[in-house]
């Protein structure tokens, strides 16, 4: 087998490029990392941003909810 028996991989969903695998090998529906992992990153840090630089929860609750 030579470095040329390979075929690459696309997502399924976004198309993005994967990887190589070898000519008989078979995968069905591959995903890449950002398909397989739909949560986007951002949220995850948002409580910890907020409990790091704000000690009064209190601070987050929307003016117009005391009306």
Same mark, same amino acid.
Do not use: W
């Given at each position: 087998?030579?470095?040329?028996? /390979? /075929?690459?991989?696309? @997502?399924?969903?976004?198309?993005?490029?994967?990887?190589?695998?070898? @000519?008989?090998?078979?995968?069905?529906?591959?995903?890449?990392? /950002?398909?397989?992992?739909?949560?986007?990153?951002?949220?995850? /840090?948002?409580?910890?941003?907020?409990? =790091?630089?704000? =000690?009064?929860?209190?601070?987050?609750?929307?003016?117009?909810?005391?009306?």
């Amino acid at each position: 087998m030579n470095i040329y028996d /390979k /075929k690459s991989v696309h @997502c399924s969903r976004c198309d993005r490029f994967i990887g190589e695998i070898d @000519c008989d090998a078979v995968v069905f529906l591959p995903q890449c990392g /950002k398909c397989a992992n739909p949560m986007p990153e951002g949220d995850d /840090k948002v409580q910890y941003i907020v409990g =790091k630089f704000n =000690k009064n929860p209190k601070n987050l609750v929307p003016i117009d909810t005391f009306a």
